[in-house]
Nanobody, 123 residues
């Protein structure tokens, strides 16, 4: 099973940009569809973005489409999330997750989770 560790969270002003990363180890990273979820205080964890194993196609939640970009480097076993034009409502703990189900947004399809990284957007 793959192990995941996020990094790169922090505090940014509204309208700013931030990039978070997820380093994978263990089983073959390139075999997994990778997903970003987030959980804001007092809210359910929600889907943000997903990318297929090859990296050639991605899926986004409507709330982040056009502002966030998910990418991966299979040679470096790393997943990325570039976040632009950040809004206070983007404040959350961001989790990367691995799945063998391509195209799924379901948390029940996730087989491995990272520990999360905090992103805080001030107004």
């Amino acid at each position: 099973q793959v192990q995941l560790v996020e990094s790169g969270g922090g505090l940014v002003q509204a309208g700013g940009s931030l990039s978070v990363s997820c380093a994978a180890s263990g089983r073959t990273f390139s075999a997994y569809a990778m997903t970003w979820f987030r959980q804001a205080p007092g809210k359910e964890r929600e889907f943000v973005a997903a990318i297929i194993p090859s990296g050639l196609s991605a899926d986004y939640a409507d709330s982040v489409k056009g502002r966030f970009t998910v990418s991966r480097d299979n040679d470096k076993n790393t997943l990325y999330l570039q976040m632009n034009n950040l809004k206070p409502e983007d404040t959350a703990v961001y989790y990367c997750a691995a799945s063998l189900i391509i195209g799924s947004r379901k948390q029940s399809d996730i087989i491995s989770w990272g520990q999360g990284t905090q992103v805080t957007v001030s107004s």
